[in-house]
């Protein structure tokens, strides 16, 4: 009897519990989720919704299931992640507990706000005009009398001029860490928005929704392989024991080290 009513309880529990919280465009999870039967499993993905979520594990829990479930917000707000789980044998989903979830922007809305201007505080214009040109006068004057003062060597003929990296020996590190899940969470999370944006530039895909352009991208015969290990790395208990690393970064072997790392700084940013 007390089993039973700790099975009725459990979906209502949790349903009152503090939303889970998480920033546009990170994932984060909500583990060991009770609801009731049928067993249920994540709507297909539509373009325009601001939430993409995955079941990542399934488990019976007597005559309920327990879920782990992922999900990533696209547009700050509050949300129920429930609305995106269907039943798996596609009959009418029952009513289910509401589960809780926030998405936040990484910035204020204010914070581009510039600050007003006080009456009277109008900037003298032709002042600051004339002021520039006297220091940039000033300033060529003094770089012509130190070039004629200090002649620099003649540079030596390097031998070799230094190839520069490509994108797959950039990934390469980065990639065996992921395989070897030395990643943190956050870290597998910058790479795989870094790729994202990546492909999204490259394939001029940069004015797509990114809900829509992530999953175009899984199908992608180039930017797809790599997306998608780094997905299944991610959720498996123990790393595989075969990846053909080289395989999964030669689409990345003629482009820039540049084209990644100018994502992940604005990733950081």
Known sequence: MKLAVALVLAPLAFAAQKAVESTVGMPARVEQVVLPAPELEAAPVDPNSP?????????????????DLEYQG???????????????????RQALPA?????????????????????GDDLNVGGYRVLMIIVGV???????LLLRWIRPPRPVATAAVARPRTL???????????????LSRTERAQLELALVRVW???????????????????????????????EDWLHRPEPPAHVDLEALLAPYQDLPAEAFEHQEAGLRA
């Open 51 to 67: 939430v993409l979520l995955r079941v990542t594990g399934t488990w019976a829990h007597g005559t309920d299931f327990r879920y």
């Open 74 to 92: 696209f547009e700050p707000g509050q949300y129920d992640l429930a609305r995106w789980l269907v039943r798996k044998d596609g009959g009418e």
């Open 99 to 119: 589960i809780p979830v926030a998405v936040r922007a990484l910035l204020p809305a204010e914070t581009m706000t510039p600050h007003p201007r006080a009456p």
């Open 138 to 144: 000033a300033w060529l004057l003094g770089l012509v």
């Open 168 to 182: 797959a020996e950039r990934l390469r590190p980065l990639v065996r860490r992921a395989l070897a899940n030395e």
């Open 200 to 230: 999204k530039k490259k394939l001029g895909m940069e004015e797509r929704d990114p809900a829509q352009a992530l999953a175009a991208l899984r199908e992608h015969a180039e930017a797809g392989a790599l997306l998608r290990a780094l």
